[in-house]
């Protein structure tokens, strides 16, 4: 069996990697064993610099390794810069951040003194998805590292090209050997992985289907795990003077990377009193939106990653439409040997229908009308994902209200949902199973020992 990297324009075979055996497996899992015991020992300023380095190489080589975000799935160029910069980023946060919050914590209160201390467990084994192909493994792997951990790494199977470059990176900026491996492997392999003494935690990000079978796979060898798995964010809009601003806002995150995107508006609630308004203008904007190659610097939508994804989202349009969804805006597909599928708008979207209920993972725009902000309120939390909301209104008494009103984990004020290094990230309904980023990254995966004086 083999790892293929398959340009999704023209279907040509790039580049193919042979999956390992279970004897080489076996043993990259003993070299990860041996590489924890002396990592775990490593002081925190030894630790540091391959951060630094890889931080180095990834923005002197950005445009290389941009270039092979856009050729393996066609990930739109500046956006693929913007995966490595991200990514550079976290490398240069954690080293610049985990000595202070793994130092010893002293706790005295009443009769009790003791030290909080964090210690490193072992091996962690990550499975990460393809549409942000440096940053899911990122920022999975190096708080991991930050942290004395050591990493086994099953990047998606149609990104090998990207894998290999990664595991380079971390080679070339001095990470030990085998403190971070990349696993070419056939599916049977996950639970030989997640089943094995030294591998202490398992880490997803994923389809539905990963995650059940990895975190029942957790369960059964009791071995934590950290999960994430989808995300239907709320857009919502109220009067609002400026709605060329949230327009703009709209189209620019729903499309970003074509709608292949986790923390992208994917569920639109418009006031009525602004709704035609939007309508129109949302229409026109789409409707300019320029296709192209992604290496263009002027493209905006551009063909997916996957041939799969055309039938996906195709089926999940059509089955709304059949349930009383109005179709605004949809293109004649068009450049058929290519994985292109139209930016399209929905209106009249309720709960039942498709896009609803589901995540659009593709360039697909549900929009509903809504009588008040308490309507749209409700539809938010009628979702079984929860991530994020974006908020657009001038009355800022108001929107802090709505803050806290949306079960959800971010709540962006009139601007839209992203994820950064230093703050909390996750952990909501069926969205996610556990926290990232921040200091409770570095903490996931350590034991809080307590030494009681």
């Given at each position: 069996?083999?790892?293929?990297?398959?340009?999704?324009?023209?279907?040509?075979?790039?580049?193919?990697?042979?999956?390992?055996?279970?004897?080489?497996?076996?043993?990259?899992?003993?070299?990860?064993?041996?590489?924890?015991?002396?990592?775990?020992?490593?002081?925190?300023?030894?630790?540091?610099?391959?951060?630094?380095?890889?931080?180095?190489?990834?923005?002197?080589?950005?445009?290389?390794?941009?270039?092979?975000?856009?050729?393996?799935?066609?990930?739109?160029?500046k956006?693929?810069?913007?995966?490595?910069?991200?990514?550079?980023?976290?490398?240069?946060?954690?080293?610049?951040?985990a000595?202070?919050?793994?130092?010893?914590?002293?706790?005295?209160?009443?009769?009790?003194?003791?030290?909080?201390?964090?210690?490193?467990?072992?091996?962690?084994?990550?499975?990460?998805?393809?549409?942000?192909?440096?940053?899911?493994?990122?920022?999975?792997?190096?708080?991991?590292?930050?942290a004395?951990?050591?990493?086994?790494?099953?990047?998606?199977?149609?990104?090998?090209?990207?894998?290999?470059?990664?595991?380079?990176?971390?080679?070339?900026?001095?990470?030990?050997?085998?403190?971070?491996?990349?696993?070419?492997?056939?599916?049977?392999f996950?639970?030989?992985?997640?089943?094995?003494?030294?591998v202490?935690?398992?880490?997803?990000?994923?389809?539905?289907?990963?995650?059940?079978?990895?975190?029942?796979?957790?369960?059964?060898?009791?071995?934590?795990?950290?999960?994430?798995?989808?995300?239907?964010?709320?857009?919502?809009?109220?009067?609002?003077?400026?709605?060329?601003?949230?327009?703009?806002?709209?189209?620019?995150?729903?499309?970003?990377?074509?709608?292949?995107?986790?923390?992208?508006?994917?569920?639109?609630?418009?006031?009525?009193?602004?709704?035609?308004?939007?309508?129109?203008?949302?229409?026109?904007?789409?409707?300019?939106?320029?296709?192209?190659?992604?290496?263009?610097?002027?493209?905006?939508?551009?063909?997916?990653?996957?041939?799969?994804?055309?039938?996906?989202?195709?089926?999940?349009?059509?089955?709304?439409?059949?349930?009383?969804?109005?179709?605004?805006?949809?293109?004649?597909?068009?450049?058929?040997?290519?994985?292109?599928?139209?930016?399209?708008?929905?209106?009249?979207?309720?709960?039942?229908m498709?896009?609803?209920?589901?995540e659009?993972?593709?360039?697909?725009?549900?929009?509903?009308?809504?009588?008040?902000?308490?309507e749209?309120?409700?539809?938010?939390?009628?979702?079984?994902?929860?991530?994020?909301?974006?908020?657009?209104?001038?009355?800022?008494?108001?929107?802090?209200?709505?803050?806290s009103?949306?079960?959800?984990?971010?709540?962006?004020?009139?601007?839209?949902?992203?994820?950064?290094?230093?703050?909390?990230?996750?952990?909501?309904?069926?969205?996610?199973?556990?926290?990232?980023?921040?200091?409770q990254?570095?903490?996931?995966?350590?034991?809080?020992?307590?030494?009681?004086?």
């Open positions: 069996m083999w790892a293929k990297s398959i340009n999704p324009a023209t279907g040509e075979l790039m580049k193919e990697y042979p999956h390992i055996t279970e004897e080489e497996l076996n043993k990259k899992i003993k070299k990860a064993e041996e590489a924890f015991k002396i990592w775990k020992n490593t002081s925190f300023e030894d630790r540091k610099k391959p951060f630094y380095k890889l931080y180095d190489l990834m923005m002197a080589n950005k445009e290389e390794l941009a270039k092979l975000d856009t050729l393996e799935m066609w990930m739109l160029y956006d693929a810069l913007g995966d490595v910069e991200k990514s550079a980023w976290n490398a240069k946060y954690f080293a610049d951040n000595e202070k919050y793994l130092a010893p914590k002293e706790v005295e209160e009443g009769w009790v003194k003791a030290t909080i201390v964090y210690e490193p467990r072992g091996i962690i084994f990550s499975v990460m998805p393809w549409n942000y192909p440096y940053n899911q493994v990122l920022r999975s792997a190096l708080p991991n590292l930050a004395w951990n050591v990493v086994l790494m099953k990047h998606a199977s149609n990104v090998p090209q990207v894998a290999e470059k990664l595991e380079e990176l971390f080679r070339d900026a001095g990470f030990p050997e085998g403190t971070y491996t990349n696993l070419y492997m056939p599916h049977n996950l639970e030989k992985i997640i089943s094995h003494p030294s202490v935690w398992a880490n997803v990000t994923g389809s539905e289907s990963v995650w059940r079978e990895l975190g029942s796979l957790a369960g059964k060898y009791f071995k934590p795990s950290i999960l994430e798995l989808g995300w239907s964010d709320a857009f919502i809009l109220s009067d609002m003077k400026d709605i060329d601003k949230a327009v703009s806002q709209a189209v620019k995150w729903r499309f970003s990377n074509s709608g292949q995107k986790c923390n992208c508006s994917k569920r639109f609630f418009i006031v009525a009193s602004v709704y035609d308004e939007f309508i129109v203008k949302l229409e026109k904007a789409v409707s300019e939106l320029k296709v192209w190659n992604p290496m263009e610097s002027t493209t905006q939508i551009w063909p997916l990653a996957k041939s799969s994804a055309v039938d996906t989202i195709d089926s999940q349009v059509q089955d709304s439409i059949k349930s009383g969804a109005k179709l605004v805006f949809w293109w004649e597909r068009i450049w058929d040997k290519w994985n292109f599928y139209s930016p399209t708008i929905l209106a009249d979207v309720k709960p039942g498709r896009v609803f209920d589901e659009t993972f593709w360039p697909v725009m549900a929009v509903t009308k809504v009588s008040s902000i308490e749209a309120i409700e539809l938010t939390n009628k979702s079984n994902y929860g991530l994020g909301c974006s908020i657009f209104w001038d009355d800022i008494n108001e929107l802090n209200k709505i803050a009103s949306v079960d959800v984990w971010n709540v962006s004020i009139n601007k839209i949902v992203t994820s950064y290094p230093n703050l909390p990230y996750g952990w909501i309904k069926m969205s996610w199973y556990g926290k990232e980023l921040w200091e990254w570095l903490k996931a995966f350590v034991n809080e020992k307590v030494i009681v004086k």
